[in-house]
């Protein structure tokens, strides 16, 4: 199955690479060559982008991606849950799964009934300096779903997830501090007392509250219910990892595909598609986090194997998935 995947994804790769040289060649279809200039503006291959469009096009991606749109929410009180340790019952009925056919890629959601089972996790620490895979770091804290959460330095293009770039707050306390990320300066966690926040805060000020936890990617999607993107808004198509709140505290878990992954067809997705697909099913706050090869979920039900819920764009054999500098898990009580 592995190596007819990466025959897959070889032969699209080949083929969108003629395409392109063709594109450029004739100086034509340019909305085409605009569409991938973001694509490779978004990745680790952003210098390619220049041979695609003239300076002033990519001036304006530049901008778009520089300078998302920008809702602070930070709110007061508590939230609500259940308490106790729950039966492995209750924890199959908390969590729901399901995959989506739109068109050009392949999205799955998982929905969790209980915020206070969110937890974000430090998962360096492994072999030679790695990060952990998603797999790995899932047994490690008995986590029953998860995904991917930041960046991480990557400069030889390996994926080893041993260096996180950006902030991370765990329990309180700063594991990474906040750095310069462009299009990415904004951060998401819960507040002391449970709540969702995103925005634009200090490191200052969210240890000075008392955060449970923060990590710093973005762009926001969703805010207070109202969607903020509609388009590529300069990150373009591609394998996406997003996470969402509902109204009733319900958390979501989202990954779609791409980079034909599933096929030629599964390209990926654009922010604004996710935004209109998580709102659309009743998401009031969502949050872009690192996508590509990077997107990765999980799911582990009580009694059941683990299982890799996408297909992620990563060739990491053994693995099957990238490691990872830390991610978002479902963790219940345990006694």
Sequence with gaps: ?????????????????FIVGTI???????????????????????????????GSSLS???????????????????????????????????????TLHEN????????????????????????????????ESMNLYHAVAGINAGGFNDPGGDGNGGTPIGLIIINGKLISPASY????????????????????YSTSYMLSQHVKYAIQFGPELIANGKVLV??????????????????????VFYVNDGRWGNGFWDVGASLGQVASILASQGVVNAFNLDGGGSATMMVHFPGKPAQLVNTPDTNNPPYGMRFLPDAFMIIPPRA
Excluded: C
């Design 104 to 135: 050009g890629f392949t999205a799955h959601e998982i929905t969790i009934a209980h915020p206070s089972w969110l937890h974000l996790v430090k998962t360096t620490g492994g072999p030679d300096g790695r990060g952990l895979t998603l797999r």
């Design 230 to 251: 509609t388009g590529t808004d300069g990150w373009g198509y591609a394998p996406r990892t997003v996470i969402g709140q509902k109204a009733n505290g319900a958390i």
């Design 181 to 200: 990320l462009a299009g990415t300066n904004q951060v998401m966690g819960m507040t002391a007392g449970g709540k969702w926040f995103m925005g634009a």
């Design 60 to 98: 304006q991606i530049a901008y778009q991606f520089m300078h998302p749109a920008l809702v602070n929410l930070f709110p007061s009180g508590s939230a609500q849950d259940v308490s106790g340790v729950p039966t492995a019952s209750q924890i199959t009925k908390s969590i729901q799964v399901q």
């Design 24 to 54: 450029v060649a004739t100086n034509g279809f340019y909305n085409l060559r605009y569409i991938l200039a973001e694509d490779l503006y978004t990745s680790q291959h952003r210098y390619l982008a220049k041979y695609l469009l003239p």
């Design 1 to 17: 199955m592995k190596k007819k995947r990466r025959l897959r994804r070889f032969i699209g790769w080949g083929i969108a690479t």
